[in-house]
């Protein structure tokens, strides 16, 4: 384990609709032969990871994602190139075993993009699911549904909206279910290094009324009406990295750094502030000391 886990937010990726988002893509793809893999003697490290991959698990595919370029207009422009899933995996679950300068230039330099929702509903609850066995962070909490930005889509609407109708059974634009989704920022973290554009949707239905449909065995409930419980509650279940056996039940890492945005947007900085100390007290129950970082339009490194 990494003795430093740094947590990353672009704040100021916020404000806007799924809809005014809009994706720009450049006519480049990069593969796992890539060059920059090779100049930093790293393609044969991930394709030995991509071949085990696909010995555990025969049924994984190689499809295409894609990785953040530029961020412009507050996010409502994002340029992207498609790139391998393979690489994708690798950093996920292997970069962070390298050393800083390396974790650095690999995750700039293919930030794959997540997009991730946080639901809220009318009786005050989080909604949040847990992973099932025998998959990636098997037995973990992570805010749903979220996905990854793939190569036809034109918006992210495209993409919140096929997520909430497969996972929840219901699209974005059904008024009867949604009083409002917009984005609240975006974060990444250093143990899988996937940035998340993160999107709160205020719901108009109790929790109960949440019934997955999908790739979810289980969902768990987290009142957030309650603002001291709420940041207790996160902190309590922070773990840096989802590379450790005694993980059921934490939240995997960019789960907690999604909610810490919601707790900055919804309950402001102060409370965020409280959060991001629990959560460092947390940090130091792993021996690893937690690092946030803040970026602007002006020094985003994408």
Known sequence: MADTHTIEFWPYVRGFKPEEAKLYYLDR???????????????KDAKYAW??????????????????RRIENGGKRITVERSEYSIYYWIKTELSYKNEPIQEKVANRFPFATIMSIITTADGFLILKKRPANVPAETMILPYPYSHIDENQQTLADIVNLQFKNELGFDIYDKNRINNIESIGMARESDEYTPAIVFHADTKMSSDE????????????IQY????????????????????????NKLVPNGTTSLALFVREFYGEKSYERLITKLTESAKGFNVNLKTVDYNSSNSPF
Request: hydrophobic share 35%; charged share 30%.
């Open 29 to 43: 793809t990069f593969y796992l032969q890539d060059q920059f893999l090779q100049r930093l003697d790293l393609e």
């Open 51 to 68: 071949r085990n991959a696909l010995k555990n698990n025969p049924n994984m595919k190689n499809n295409i994602i894609s990785v953040i």
């Open 210 to 221: 949440i019934k997955p449909v999908k790739n979810t065995k289980e969902i768990k409930r």
């Open 225 to 248: 009406n309650l603002k001291n419980q709420l940041i207790d509650r996160i902190a309590g279940m922070y773990t840096p990295t989802v590379k450790i056996p005694d993980k059921e």
